[in-house]
């Protein structure tokens, strides 16, 4: 009897000594933040140290998660990523290339992140960590880190996979069907032209990457103090996991080696009461003019639009739309100034509980700019959208789900009234798309294990084994010409055209000797 009470005494307190794991965001906006938090509470709630560096303070803090916010790093951040995006350089398609301004936004923030007097504090002070998570939006300045601290690093993906990626890691690319990420990227099948301009990007994007991985290397070794380290792409190649948020709806099906772990939907969960704040409650439960019932479509262009920079032309195709709707009530995420002449099914709010409104039963769809993490919250409640992708990889997801039959894709400079109005039709009124919704719902969640219990498994499965190179492609130390077969290609060529000219070579010489005889044989003899 005691030695029982001994026993369960000591197995209750004896917790397990989790290991220290640092989550690390420098470039990412508060998106990535929001998929990767399932995954740090879940690996806190299992008895691991969690330290959590960011540039944006938590909305929910968890008490098991120390979060450090470098001041440097979120006043940089605050001033370009989150400065407030002007809705009207899409509308005039003045939109810069995404590679560059990701490149140039990577580089900053390093450095701020680097020079900050928070960051300096904890690392003099950190003496053990053994594992770093890195968010993908450009994940050298974190590696550096993890070299310095001895420790191992997965790179978390919430983003497509970018092309610089099976350059670093050594896996193919496949530029002949799966369109680039890019504002203007193409949509699958691809013509001729369309392969070419795809292989350009897919080329460019490496162009610009080995000229940031050469600036990131000289920062890192001069900021972290690491002369000796190796060259930061070679380091980059030895990652020991990649998570990955894509799966085969709301991203291309591709070739990815075993080192990627699909864990797309991790921050999608139901919630767990759907009740709404009191006055949109009565909204939504208001009869207005004697009108029938039939639900509600959710409006949202994401929070980096400042919707009250709409143009009016623009803002009033969409409350002509409204109002040809009258059966219908819509919610409309709205920052900025509140325009007056709102129609009367219309409600404004700066914000939301979108988790609650997706999984709503009266709701009928959800327009949006098709973010990543929205579109997956659509698809996990099953949701048809009406697109309208502003910036960043909203075009790729946006087309992506067109091929998929899950969204209708409109251009938000040059949508006429008519579109919006036959395509809100199309989303409540025809059942087909919100059929095809549903499909895309249930491949969508059934799965073996969910994305969190999958992340996590795989997390202390970097932690427990000393050596992940197993999972790596075969090509990793390659160089690209290679793994494409490209010099083998060349060789053979030369190989086809040698033969050819030997060939032709000969031929000619017998066929000289041919004619030479023919032409000595039918000279009449003199004798
Ligand atoms: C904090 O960790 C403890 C022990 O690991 C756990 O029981 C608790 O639920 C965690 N709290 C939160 C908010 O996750
Ligand atoms: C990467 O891993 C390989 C073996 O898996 C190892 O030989 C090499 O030294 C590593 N490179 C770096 C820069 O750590
Ligand atoms: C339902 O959710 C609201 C807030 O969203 C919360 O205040 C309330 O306690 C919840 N009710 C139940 C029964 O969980």
């Not at 009406?386 to 091929?403: C, H, K, W």
Request: net charge positive; hydrophobic share 40%; proline share 6%.
């Amino acid at each position: 009897m005691w030695s029982l009470l001994i026993f369960l005494f000591v197995f209750s307190t004896t917790k397990v000594v989790g290991e220290h794991i640092l989550i690390f965001h420098h470039v990412a906006s508060y998106s990535h933040r929001v998929q990767t938090m399932p995954l740090a509470e879940a690996l806190a709630k299992r008895g691991h140290q969690l330290t959590f560096l960011s540039p944006f303070y938590p909305k929910e803090p968890n008490v098991n998660i120390t979060e450090i916010i470098p001041q440097k790093l979120e006043k940089y951040i605050d001033e370009t990523l989150n400065k407030e995006l002007d809705i009207n350089l899409r509308v005039q398609k003045k939109m810069d290339k995404l590679s560059y301004i990701l490149y140039e936004l990577g580089k900053g923030a390093c450095d701020a992140l680097y020079k900050s007097p928070e960051f300096k504090r904890w690392l003099l002070k950190t003496t053990k960590v053994d594992l770093i998570i890195i968010d993908n939006r450009f994940p050298e300045c974190g590696i550096g880190l993890a070299y310095k601290l001895g420790a191992k690093y997965i790179i978390f993906n919430t983003v497509t996979v970018f092309a610089h990626e099976y350059f670093a890691l050594g896996f193919l690319p496949e530029s002949s069907a799966v369109p680039e990420l890019e504002i203007n990227s193409p949509k699958p099948p691809m013509n001729f032209l369309g392969r070419v301009s795809n292989e350009i990007m897919t080329l460019g994007w490496r162009w610009s990457h080995l000229q940031y991985s050469k600036i990131m290397d000289s920062m890192i070794r001069k900021r972290l103090l690491v002369p000796d380290m190796p060259y930061i792409e070679d380091l980059y190649r030895n990652v020991s996991l990649v998570l990955h948020t894509g799966d085969y709806v709301t991203d291309y099906p591709r070739t990815l080696p075993p080192l990627y772990v699909n864990v797309a939907g991790i921050h999608c969960k139901l919630p767990e009461n759907i009740s709404l704040p009191v006055e949109l409650e009565s909204f939504l439960n208001t009869i207005i003019n004697g009108q029938k019932d039939d639900g509600f479509v959710y409006i949202s262009l994401g929070s980096l639009v400042v919707s009250s920079n709409l143009p009016h032309n623009i803002k009033n195709r969409f409350f002509d739309t409204i109002k040809s709707f009258p059966n219908l009530k819509f919610l409309w995420k709205w920052n900025g100034a509140q325009p007056k002449d709102i129609p009367s099914n219309l409600y404004l709010s700066k914000w939301f509980p979108q988790l609650e409104i997706l999984a709503h039963p009266r709701i009928r769809g959800f327009i949006t700019q098709s973010g990543r993490p929205s579109s997956m919250e659509a698809l996990y409640n099953g949701v048809p959208m009406i697109t309208f992708p502003i910036l960043g990889d909203q075009d790729f997801n946006s087309n992506r789900f067109n091929t998929m039959g899950g969204n209708i894709k409109l251009e938000i400079g040059s949508f006429t009234s008519e579109e919006l109005i036959s395509a809100v039709n199309t989303l409540v009124y025809e059942p087909s798309m919100k059929l095809q919704m549903k499909k895309l719902q249930t491949i969508f969640r059934d799965r073996p294990m969910t994305p969190v219990d999958t992340a996590v498994w795989w997390t202390e499965y970097v932690l427990r084994t000393e050596d992940t190179s197993h999972l790596r492609p075969t090509g990793n130390y390659q160089y690209w010409f290679q793994r494409r077969q490209l010099d083998v290609w060349l060789f053979l060529l030369g190989v086809m055209l040698a033969a050819i000219y030997g060939l032709a070579f000969l031929s000619n010489i017998v066929a000289r000797r041919v004619w030479k005889e023919i032409i000595k044989s039918s000279k009449p003899k003199l004798a």
